[in-house]
């Protein structure tokens, strides 16, 4: 009668789908189902089959992020002395990279990590706060991996079809540049400026029509502005 109740007990335990060890997914599971419903998992797919080709070589800079990275078309010639790796992807948003940092930082095993995002989050209603404590989550999953890694964000930039939202952008940026004081290896990259105008508006010779992503004109003063930092 004893056996009988506790059979009961932990039949119903797991379908009614309790905490119990045996009647949680497989963390193997649990992974493709994540990537199942990521919209950027195709992409993330292709890198990993072109790294299965040709892995990177260790000790390079791998650029991270958005579209605005994804873009850059040739980023990875514009900075040829460094091994630039580009890892830019969809329209994401600083969680996601963070959820693919097993599968797209560290196999690179990189001496430095620049990550470009902050845009979508914000115009998906993510504020300030939120947006500095997403990098600084993303900075420290990329640190319990390779310790001595150098870690740059570029300040999310101000484009004209974001214009309503730039107090937030400005507002992160800078909680995301204090933040960086406190901690080592950390370089805040300030494209924010050079992107003004004298009357301090986008300069739009920066801006392609939609007047969110880089011109080639924008992608050579980033150039110009991050180069000196990967050295």
């Known amino acids: 009668m004893q056996m009988h109740s506790v059979s ?7 379908s009614i789908g309790a905490a119990a060890l045996f009647c949680l997914p497989t963390p193997s599971s649990a992974q493709i189902s994540a990537a199942a419903s990521s919209p950027f998992e195709a992409e993330i797919a292709a890198f990993e089959k072109k ?14 992020g958005s579209s605005s990275f994804r873009m850059w078309k040739d980023l990875e010639t514009s900075f040829p002395k460094v091994h ?25 095993k990189p001496r430095m990590v620049v990550m470009y995002a902050g845009d979508n989050d914000i115009a998906a209603g993510h504020s300030a706060d939120r947006v500095a404590a997403d990098f600084f989550e993303f900075a420290s999953k990329v640190r319990e991996r390779l310790p001595e890694v150098k870690i740059a964000f570029v300040s999310i930039k101000p484009s004209p079809s974001r214009w309503k939202l ?66």
């Open 166 to 231: 730039v107090a937030t952008i400005k507002e992160a940026n800078a909680k995301i540049k204090n933040g960086m004081r406190r901690q080592k290896r950390m370089v805040y990259i300030n494209v924010f400026d050079a992107m003004l105008n004298d009357e301090g508006q986008p300069r739009p010779e920066l801006y392609r029509e939609d007047g969110l992503h880089p011109t080639a004109e924008c992608y050579a003063l980033w150039q110009k502005i991050i180069a000196p930092y990967l050295k």
């Open 51 to 64: 790294d299965r080709e040709k892995l990177p070589e260790p000790g390079g800079v791998l650029f991270i």
């Open 84 to 108: 630039a790796i580009n890892r830019g992807f969809g329209g994401s948003a600083i969680p996601d990279s963070t959820q693919v940092i097993d599968r797209i930082v560290t196999p690179y």
């Open 8 to 14: 009961t007990r932990v039949r119903l335990v797991c």
